[in-house]
């Protein structure tokens, strides 16, 4: 990672590019909505089982709010790499790639 919302175009330590195929960011994207619903989804209950029965509706729909604004920006580096860790297993880098990402960090060939 370059800074927090962006990256290199290759990872700095092995050499692999960060977007193997076209669409790859809508899985990081995707992992992101998931956590950021559960998030907020586990904030909802937590916060009307605690305030129950006389909810502060005003003050649930603000933090609530900001929660869903704030939960993405603080997730999306770590989705980003999991979902790169993710794709990496599920669809092994062939030869070529990997002689490609050796030659980028310049790392002697196996």
């Known amino acids: 990672m370059r800074r927090w ?48 029965p006389d909810f502060p509706v005003a003050k649930l729909t603000i933090g609530l709010l900001a929660g869903a604004i704030v939960v993405p920006l603080i997730a999306y580096p770590f989705t980003y790499m999991l979902w790169q860790a993710f794709d990496l297993v599920t669809h092994k880098p062939d030869a070529r ?14």
């Open 5 to 52: 919302l962006g990256h290199h175009d290759r990872c700095r330590s092995c050499g692999i590019r960060w977007h193997r195929e076209h669409g790859f960011e809508l899985g990081p994207i995707a992992l992101n909505v998931v956590i950021t619903f559960f998030t907020l989804g586990v904030s909802m209950i937590v916060a009307f089982v605690a305030t129950a």
């Open 97 to 110: 790639e990997l002689a490609e990402a050796a030659a980028a960090v310049g790392a002697p060939e196996a």
